[in-house]
């Protein structure tokens, strides 16, 4: 609801307040829900990391879908009674962009870079006992940045909310094959490939098996230590 309604029932005339207000729906969420992904291709990123097993991940990935499909239809409804403005959701535009190549393109980088947002502020930075408020601000800017830079198909950056607006919006599941490629097969591909990134760097497993090259960032602290 934080995330969605700034802009539109929050702060409708005051672009930087609705920022924050959208930040602080970030911020509560995860500290609300114990720190859940909300978002399949993070669920499949840290799958790949082995940060989680099969079963978590299919947990977090249905209980982010059914609470998309509820979230819609009850704001809806809030709209309806109060009188607000009705709220939007992501939207692929095949009328320019026929092939979704361009905006699966811009979900894939749009997810790449919010994946490697979340592994520098959650496993390399340490901002000491406020760790947790600073490093969730800074995803909460980072992520309002990639939605201002990457607008072509919303951005969604998160294949429920792509999925679950377009069965609110239109009564059912999308029959275009192009709305998947968009938000889940480029989204989730996007994330992969950060997570491949990752374990070059880090050195951990990707998808349970050691890379063959790496970890660059023992390596590094190797030449450090040696100068």
């Given amino acids: ?71 819609f239809p009850l704001f809806k409804a809030m709209t309806d009674t109060l009188g607000w403005t009705a709220l939007g959701g992501p939207e692929y535009g095949p009328a320019s962009d026929e092939s979704g190549s361009i905006s699966a393109w811009s979900e894939f980088t749009a997810t790449l870079l919010l994946l490697v947002l979340i592994y520098v502020v959650n496993w390399e930075l340490n901002f000491g006992k406020f760790h947790y408020w600073i490093k969730q601000t800074l995803t909460a800017v980072g992520i309002r940045a990639l939605i201002e830079t990457f607008p072509k198909a919303g951005p969604a950056m998160n294949p429920m909310l792509g999925t679950t607006w377009a069965v609110f919006a239109y009564g059912g599941f999308p029959d275009d094959y192009r709305h998947y490629l968009v938000y889940w097969v480029a989204a989730i591909l996007g994330g992969v490939a950060s997570a491949f990134g990752y374990a070059v760097y880090d050195g951990c497993p990707f998808f349970g098996k050691s890379l063959p090259f790496g970890p660059v960032k023992a390596k590094a602290a190797k030449k450090v230590k040696k100068n």
């Fill in 1 to 71: 609801g934080l995330t969605f309604s700034p802009g539109k029932w929050i702060f409708a005339d005051n672009l930087y307040a609705a920022w924050v207000v959208h930040a602080m729906g970030v911020v509560a969420a995860d500290k609300i829900g114990g720190g859940q992904h909300v978002n399949p291709a993070v669920s499949v990123t840290m799958f790949a990391l082995g940060k989680c097993d099969y079963d978590e991940m299919y947990a977090r990935i249905a209980g982010a879908m059914g609470g998309g499909l509820v979230a």
